[in-house]
């Protein structure tokens, strides 16, 4: 009964326990982590493509709930690097990034996330999280810390571009932009702030390094003004190929809207067609739509080109007699006697038209703006079919990966405390975290690397340590929203460069290298793929599943079959790879791997070559301490090279067969066709049997076999036994 509770309600198990003295320790620890976590997650919610404060909501009940219904005591959950990014280049293709769809978007895929990680726990499966190979993991990570790091290039030059269809690509378009202009103060406050959190982070670990570098940057921009904007009239701006600009992109982006009204009405014509069956008129509602799907491309196209345009152009503002600015082209010749303010101006250009009685003019840096203060609106997140669809086979890939985020830095905890840990109950704690998020419009969210960190060394040690980080959460929700409003984008792009350099780990690749050149190969080119198909990272991990899968598959379908032969030490090893001799008489071969249908016949032709190239061949023992496993395809080659050795006079065993694949034999009939007595416990008993038939009027001068059979024979004399099983002892026959 008690064991059904703790599965059902796992924290009453550190309950039943608690005491003041773990109140104290929990509470500074979910203090500690607070700190780091508020900011963090506003930063790692810019980097999935939502407002900041949709990382408070996100920090609010999942860490909360994954404490109180997983397994470790230390797991601190909540957005993370990694998720993030790849919630992002999931709901990029369905939506504008910031728009309300895309909100709803990242909810909804939350909710995806939880019941998958949440039917894996319940059903027992969290062992499918192991098709994600460690050189598949190590690969993606490297090249997702680079991904995370240089998507947050244009905020530290404080420039802005659109995302290209390849990350390398909107990499360049922000160096170029940059190249054309840098607000340098951000660049200056951003390199400041990374610098900050570095040196607190390496000579005094103890203070909260992100909390310092975002109040201090925080302050020095409400007290310089780092904001500096301002809304003007288009007739303010006395710049005529800009004002030529604005009114184009608004041409080109009511286009947009106008040919997107149009392809809806005409696939619901075509799907009308096709329900009266009318083959004629569908054939030309298909070809309009692709007239009009390329008319579109084209449209955005020319969108998106004067959307640079007017993001590259800069001006200079001088007050007018009335105090109202004037813009013009920065370095135009200015009338006599004014003087421009001083400041690089551009115009704040986003995904849609722009107001011409209310263009925002940037002449300062960015900061995150106002957060609604509050606790987050909780709602039943709406349910679309065809959205879902699209997005659960990468709810499937965040779902594995957070699961794997969380678990291996849980295991590493674990290790250090001795807390024992289920892994199928820390999916359900991870599901319904993510379920009960999409409640109070959190994104995906899983165990994080660094706050758990923080957590332990903090002196976590219960699962109330999350619960009193959710509490710090809360208060920050109702009462300390207004002083986020001058925290620079700057700060939260060093924020995350910062958290994602552990992730670089360039040894990782030599470490897979140097166990298994392939494992080494599987990692480089998942790196490289996700580089390249960035921001679809999903392509990247599926590249290094198949790899990982089709080695594996390739290793198993050929298995190593050797020939083993004495040592000068007399242990019996591989005859290829130490370049030993062979016995011409009795050949020992050893398989090592199930005996399945994939590589049944690979045993069959390494067999059927050795009766081949070796004409004095009497014996063959088969060493099946290496076949795990057989079924019906093994057993049927296992027994047709038992035939094909009898058959031309060559005799048969094994040896060190374990009790599954004995079972299958007894049950097949197999066994007693070999013969019981032809069956050994070890490769050592084996031999030194069969050896003497085998040779019995040979003329081999020396045998390479047979001080190795001396060897084990004088061991066995030499083993002290109990007196009361050595009579027994000497009656003992070696066969099974």
Request: charged share 15%; glycine share 8%; net charge positive.
């Amino acid at each position: 009964m008690a064991t059904l509770v703790l599965k059902v309600i796992p924290f009453y198990g550190w309950i039943r326990t608690y005491s003041a003295a773990h109140l104290k320790m929990d509470f500074m620890a979910g203090l500690t982590v607070a700190l780091v976590l508020i900011p963090q997650s506003m930063a790692y919610a810019q980097l999935a493509g939502l407002p900041p404060y949709y990382g408070l909501y996100a920090s609010f009940l999942p860490p909360l709930v994954a404490a109180l219904f997983g397994s470790s005591r230390q797991l601190s959950t909540g957005p993370v690097a990694v998720v993030s990014l790849m919630t992002a280049a999931s709901l990029e293709p369905l939506a504008t990034a910031g728009s309300e769809s895309y909100l709803a978007y990242a909810v909804l895929l939350s909710l995806a996330v939880g019941f998958f990680q949440l039917s894996l726990g319940v059903l027992r499966l969290g062992l499918v999280v192991n098709f994600l190979s460690h050189p598949v993991v190590a690969g993606f990570t490297n090249a997702a810390a680079i991904i995370i790091a240089t998507s947050q290039l244009a905020k530290m030059f404080g420039v802005s571009v659109d995302s290209a269809e390849h990350h390398y690509e909107t990499v360049l378009r922000v160096f170029r932009a940059a190249m054309n202009y840098t607000h340098w103060p951000t660049l200056a406050l951003g390199v400041f702030a990374f610098a900050l959190m570095f040196a607190l982070k390496r000579f005094c670990p103890r203070v909260p390094n992100v909390l310092a570098a975002v109040v201090l940057t925080s302050v020095f921009a409400w007290g310089t003004g780092f904001e500096h904007n301002t809304s003007i009239g288009l007739q303010s701006l006395a710049a005529p190929q800009a004002t030529e600009a604005v009114t184009a992109y608004n041409a080109a982006m009511q286009a947009q809207t106008d040919l997107a009204a149009r392809r809806t009405a005409l696939n619901a014509a075509m799907e009308e067609a096709r329900a009266h069956d009318e083959p004629f008129a569908v054939a030309d509602e298909e070809h309009e739509l692709r007239r009009l799907s390329l008319e579109m491309e084209i449209t955005r196209s020319k969108a998106r080109s004067l959307r640079e345009a007017l993001r590259g152009m800069l001006f200079q503002a001088v007050t007018e007699a009335d105090g109202r600015l004037k813009f013009s082209p920065l370095g135009s010749p200015l009338p006599t006697g004014e003087v421009n303010d001083g400041r690089t101006w551009r115009v704040r250009v986003g995904n849609s038209a722009l107001d011409p009685m209310s263009l925002t003019m940037i002449g300062g840096g960015a900061v995150v703006g106002a957060v609604p203060g509050g606790l987050p609106p909780f709602s039943v997140p709406r349910f679309d079919a065809g959205i879902m669809l699209r997005l659960l086979p990468n709810a499937i890939i965040i779902a594995l990966l957070g699961f794997m985020e969380a678990i291996s830095i849980a295991k590493a905890m674990a290790a250090k405390t001795g807390q024992s840990l289920d892994p199928n109950q820390e999916l359900i704690g991870q599901g319904l975290a993510n379920i009960f998020g999409a409640f109070s419009r959190s994104y995906p969210v899983s165990g994080s690397f660094s706050r758990s960190a923080v957590n332990l060394q903090a002196g976590a040690l219960t699962g109330f340590a999350s619960v009193f980080t959710s509490a710090m959460v809360l208060v920050a929700l109702l009462f300390c929203t207004p002083l986020l409003y001058h925290l620079p984008q700057c700060t939260l792009a060093a924020v995350i460069m910062m958290a994602v350099i552990g992730l670089i780990q360039p040894a990782g690749f030599l470490h897979a290298w140097k166990v298994a050149r392939y494992d080494g190969a599987i990692s480089v080119i998942t790196f490289l793929a996700t580089l390249a198909f960035a921001p679809h990272l999903d392509k990247g991990i599926m590249i290094g599943v198949v790899l990982s899968l089709g080695v594996f598959l390739y290793r198993n379908m050929r298995p190593k079959v050797s020939s083993l032969a004495r040592t000068e030490e007399g242990e019996l090893r591989d005859a290829t790879r130490h370049g030993l001799a062979l016995c011409t008489q009795v050949d020992l071969v050893r398989f090592n791997g199930p005996l399945f249908f994939a590589n049944a016949s690979f045993l069959d032709e390494a067999i059927t070559r050795r009766l081949q190239s070796k004409k004095r061949l009497r014996h063959i023992v088969l060493v099946a301490k290496g076949i795990n496993d057989m079924d019906a395809s093994g057993e049927e080659a296992l027994s047709l090279v038992v035939d094909r050795c009898r058959s031309r006079g060559v005799d048969i065993s094994l040896a060190g067969v374990n009790d599954t694949v004995m079972a299958i034999l007894a049950r097949s009939g197999l066994l007693d066709k070999i013969g019981r007595d032809h069956i050994y416990v070890n490769m050592e008993k084996a031999l030194c049997t069969v050896h003497a038939g085998a040779h019995h009027g040979s003329d081999e001068a020396r045998c390479p076999l047979t001080s190795a059979c001396q060897l084990h024979v004088r061991q066995q004399i030499a083993q002290p036994r109990p007196r009361a099983f050595a009579a027994a002892g000497s009656a003992h026959d070696d066969r099974r």
